[in-house]
């Protein structure tokens, strides 16, 4: 059990216990470090590193985030797992660690990485199925492509943003149906999208095959890809979304390696027709990660990873075909997770039906789309070893006024 | 004229003369430099600012691209300017100024900049209009948007790579309009697109109003957005095209500065219906860059940038009156040159209608798409002051087999 893996004080279901481990980068004054997470703690990395606790080949000394670390590739990432498990779980190391660690409370949580490239998917049968509804309702609402390729696009790098940080309401054009011309300003329907983001370590300079997902990817953190569904509505045909979404994305500050999840595997879903021999993996699996999403605190949704039809290696596998390198760095987003219940929607459009059927929260208020102040926050667990928890903290954002 | 004012020994048509000045990074063996053009020499930047000649705050020292110096903002780059012209202009200077100078020849022309964000707009009417009717035959060409935002899209920015750089042949799922299920294999139809590129230096933590547009872009470059029409048409909707163009966007190495095109400014297109108040600009101008492109080395279309509908600085304000961030490397492309002739198409898809009319090159063979070993080399010019021409050089590339 997990509490008898660590001699830090956790309870049994601690999100956070000696399985998890999720890696961060967090400052203090003017300082920046990266980190590893254990219950409300935080070792510093870079301290345990030039103490010589850790032998990571420098891969935290004088880093602000993970990109360092993230590229050094699976062997160093085992080894370093594998001694944060003896320094955070055998009690012979407490007198020497105790020192390095800090309350998450006390520091500030920075962007873990420096986002390369930012790639959106669209991986949700549900999702897009919904969506094909209520942005197109005169025609076939699943497009001939999507049982064939995981439909997905490039996203705004430089406007990704850690949780916590204010999204304000974005301004652009948007045109009624019944308008005969577009009008500037705030977004009326402003929406969340919440997904699961996965983070490239390990660069690739060509395709990488389906099987070798392992070797490049790092870890898994949570996303919510905001979007403007007015903005989005006017813009996006020919050439696909672009100001509805590129305003802001947030990420969660935890990025959960990718062999904390190995309990939480779960069996790919069937895929029909069968897809191209590119995508076929010899172990074809994706992740059973369990999201909730809070309105106000209000619980509003519990979208279900494992349902996903694309698996994370079928995405990376696709993205690199056609010669496209991978740098350390690059995270590619799952697209807004959707079960088949409404109160498994990943999005609000879902969620109330493009306004229809407003939700109501605790407060006693309704909601269709955000107002200005909402605050949403996404969180995850996914099952660990020995009955654990894997938790993925949460990635939260509060709407403020236009800029 | 240009002869007068350089001690360079050059001839008054020289498009790299005394009123270009364009900016590069460049390597020699393991070192890394950043430089400027004046004929067919380069002045190291980080000798002459090492050596005291140069005053730009050590925008140049130890720097191995653009991106210093381009954050450094307008009054700096004004007056290092000014420097360069009286450096490379009066002869009093030559002394300490010649044994700094290399040959374009003896260097390796590198990235000019790390390339932050990558957008790509679709501002040509004709262009537009032409991919419309090829794309959609079915439906009106231009879609009800267009004339009232510059649509775009973002690309990739990891595989932006400087002239000279191979393309392999991109492999990815293609799907004939009669075929039941898609293939994989390698892009049967590869094509370029002939653009312009701009550059932002100075970052904005918010919208940037379109009077500011000088305040923040440095320069421009050529771009041509390699593009695998069949990957493309497959794959494209609803989220816009992602493998058709991802594998690589080239760029020429030389980013020339804003000013150099002031001789240039051409009275932006008459816009019908009238734009929103953001994107109306107090001095509506474009540029008129006069495009030629050549497929081994036979000229098969002359592209007139001044024609196009959308202006950068309508671009730059469109991208992120959002309130997306603008940061010191994002690099935004024009779209497609497109003018009305069919030799003045910036697409091969356009120029062969499809492949409908196929090209005769100088050796006398015939062409529809890139054929493995084809080269193209795209290059431009515009007018400069006192009758001077201002050269971009050239961004080419050869197309290899696939990888």
Known sequence: MSTEASWLELA?????????????????????????????????????EGRGLLDAGGAFLGQSNLNRFMS?????????????TELLGSG?????VEPLLLSVGDVRLELPFEVADYVDFYSSLEHATNLGRLFRPDAEALL????????????????????????????G??????????????????????????VVGVPSDGPVPIDDFRA?????????????????????????????????TSISPWVVPLDALDAARAPGPEQQPPVLPYLRAADHHGYEIDIEVRW??????????????????????????????????????????SGPEPDQTGSFIERTWNGARPIQLDDGTTRTFLLDGDTVAITATAPGPDGSRIGFGEVAGTVTKPE
């Open 12 to 48: 049994d279901d601690d999100p956070f216990g000696i399985h998890n481990l999720p890696y961060c980068a967090f400052g203090q004054d003017r300082f920046r470090w990266t980190g590893v997470r254990i219950g409300d703690r935080i070792l510093n990395l870079a301290a345990a």
């Open 72 to 84: 050094a590739g699976r062997p160093v990432w085992a080894r370093v797992r594998e001694r944060l």
């Open 92 to 96: 012979r190391h407490r007198e020497a």
């Open 144 to 171: 001939p492509n999507w049982r064939h390729l995981p439909v997905g696009y490039h996203g705004r790098a430089g406007t990704v943003v850690v949780s916590g940080t204010d999204v304000p309401r974005p301004s």
């Open 173 to 198: 054009q948007r045109k009624a149906p019944d308008e005969p011309a577009p009008a500037y300003g705030p977004s009326a329907r402003l929406d969340i999208e919440a997904e699961v983001g996965f």
């Open 216 to 248: 490049h990817v790092f870890g898994a953190v949570l996303v919510n890809d905001w979007s403007a569904r007015d903005l989005q509505a006017w813009e996006y045909v020919p050439l696909g979304p672009f100001l509805g979404k590129s305003f802001r």
């Open 296 to 337: 106000n605190g209000t619980t509003v949704s519990r979208p279900p990873f494992a349902g996903m039809y694309w698996t994370p290696a079928q995405q990376l596998a696709h993205l690199t075909v056609n010669g496209a390198w991978a740098r350390t760095g690059d995270l590619y987003a799952s697209g807004t997770v």
